[in-house]
């Protein structure tokens, strides 16, 4: 077997560099605890909320295609499953380690419970480098992983997803691998699967759509109009791009969008559909002709009405969030805004959909995706669409109205409806002794 054959379809290798020079993850842990100090949490429960549930270290052996013995590290982390199975996704990548997939199960168990969507939190990694593995040793490593924690993976405790570096393909191996320990096929094991397998329809674009949709709540609840409202948009990736388009559909003008070649811009509109046609050609917007040319960060500062954040984490930070001119921010990426941009966006009164709402349509997705595997029975994509409509938009509305009752903004009241939820249930639950 060669070690050159590469996976066509990996993903999303140049994101999520974590731990510089602030970490999201720390930052969303100190927005949780304002969020529970505020709801008075009791002290015994705020102690079991920031604990993980279980934590799972495996090694992971294979074969490299040399014949080699290389021997990686993989992480599983169940953060809390008070509310149903845990759901999260799992990453390839060198910069995974324990304390970084602990915080982003932490992540998930919040993000399922804004969306009220019954499952718990999880995240799961393997410390390796895919862009210098081969589709075969990725599928060996996959594998290998799979069957190393298999004990906690099954569609009532544990189902993962794609992530950083991981794809639908990875996801059919860890269905498969699952299936064959199980003696029978058990499509619910996990989501983001390719359609022909128990995937769902609708799945690809729901992170994008469910951006779109809470941008137009968050235009109704401020009064303005759909009309002349311009939109940039940072990252033209799975996330930017179905949201740029379904924005465009709705009648919103797309002026600018960018990605990791830099920035595109044109005050009367871009065609979203021509560039994304252009992007399938040529990869990248560097080439475009039809638009004029900006740096990236530009994108961020943009005479605009809505901005979109859809790429990577920290990128509002105390030194551009001054110069924001959106009044709506839709965080389609997970941690754009940092904690110190958090605070001047609020002293300028810019509404903000925090990420654990505006790009919480991908969970809530997947979550269909697992009722549908589970029943059996498959949805048409409109089904699939006008329920995540249906969620995203009570979500929104249930966290407007939680910052308003307590006088917080948005991103507090998002972290105080999931504590809230997830709360409830082990109070009722109690304690198992
Ligand atoms: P992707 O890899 O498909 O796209 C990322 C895009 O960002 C690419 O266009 C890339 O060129 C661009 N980019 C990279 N660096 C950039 C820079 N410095 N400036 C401007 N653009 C840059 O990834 P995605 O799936 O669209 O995910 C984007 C973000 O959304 C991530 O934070 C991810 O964790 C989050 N997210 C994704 C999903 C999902 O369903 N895909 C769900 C929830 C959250």
Redesign the pocket.
């Known amino acids: 077997m060669s070690t050159t054959s590469r996976p066509s379809l990996l993903?999303?290798p140049?994101?999520?560099t974590f731990l510089n020079e602030e970490n999201p993850f720390e930052a969303m842990m100190s927005r949780f605890d304002y969020a529970a100090e505020r709801l008075s949490l009791d002290p015994g429960l705020y102690k079991v909320l920031r604990s993980p549930e279980k934590q799972i270290i495996v090694s992971v052996p294979i074969h490299r295609d040399s014949g080699e013995v290389e021997v990686f590290t993989g992480y599983r982390v169940l953060y809390n499953t008070s509310r149903g199975p845990a759901k999260g996704g799992i990453r390839f990548d060198m910069q995974v380690t324990l304390d970084e997939v602990k915080a982003l199960a932490a992540w998930m168990t919040w993000k399922c419970a804004v969306v009220n969507i019954p499952f718990g939190g999880a995240k799961g990694g393997v410390v390796c480098d895919p862009p210098n593995l081969s589709l075969a040793e990725l599928e060996r490593i996959t594998r290998r992983y799979t069957s190393a924690i298999i004990e906690t993976l099954g569609p009532d405790s544990d189902v993962p997803a794609p992530?950083?570096n991981t794809n639908e393909r990875m996801m059919a191996w860890i269905m498969d691998t699952y299936s064959m320990h199980k003696r029978h096929t058990v499509t619910a094991v996990v989501t983001g699967k390719p359609i022909e397998m128990g995937g769902s329809q609708g799945r690809r674009e729901?992170?994008g759509r469910g951006c779109m949709l809470v941008t137009r709540e968050a235009l109704k609840t401020l009064g303005l109009p759909i009309r002349d409202t311009r939109v940039a948009v940072?990252?033209?990736?799975?996330?930017?791009?179905i949201a740029a388009q379904l924005m465009e559909e709705l009648g919103l003008t797309v002026v600018a969008v960018?990605?990791?070649?830099g920035?595109i811009y044109n005050p009367k509109g871009l065609r979203i559909k021509e560039v994304q046609q252009h992007v399938r050609q040529h990869r990248?917007l560097s080439e475009y002709k039809e638009a004029d040319h900006i740096p990236?960060?530009q994108?961020l500062t943009l005479d605009c009405d809505v901005l979109v954040p859809?790429?990577?984490?920290n990128?509002i930070t105390s030194k551009n969030a001054r110069d924001v001119k959106a009044r709506i921010i839709c965080e389609?990426?997970?941690?754009?805004t940092t904690a110190n941009a958090d605070r001047i966006l609020e002293e300028k009164g810019v509404f903000v959909i925090p990420?654990i709402l505006a790009?919480?349509?991908?969970?809530t997705v997947s979550y269909f995706e697992w009722v549908q595997d589970r029943g059996g029975y498959f949805w048409d994509e409109d089904t699939v669409n006008q329920r995540l409509e249906r969620i995203m938009v009570q979500s929104f509305d249930e966290v407007v109205a939680m910052a308003n009752k307590h006088s917080v903004n948005t991103r507090v009241g998002a972290y105080m409806q999931a504590i809230e939820r997830v709360a409830a249930v082990h109070r009722l639950r109690g304690m198992y002794a």
């Open positions: 993903i999303r140049e994101k999520d992530d950083v729901a992170t940072q990252g033209f990736g799975n996330v930017g791009s960018s990605d990791k070649s920035g990248f990236n960060e994108v859809a790429a990577l984490e990128v389609g990426a997970n941690g754009p990420d790009n919480a349509g991908g969970v």
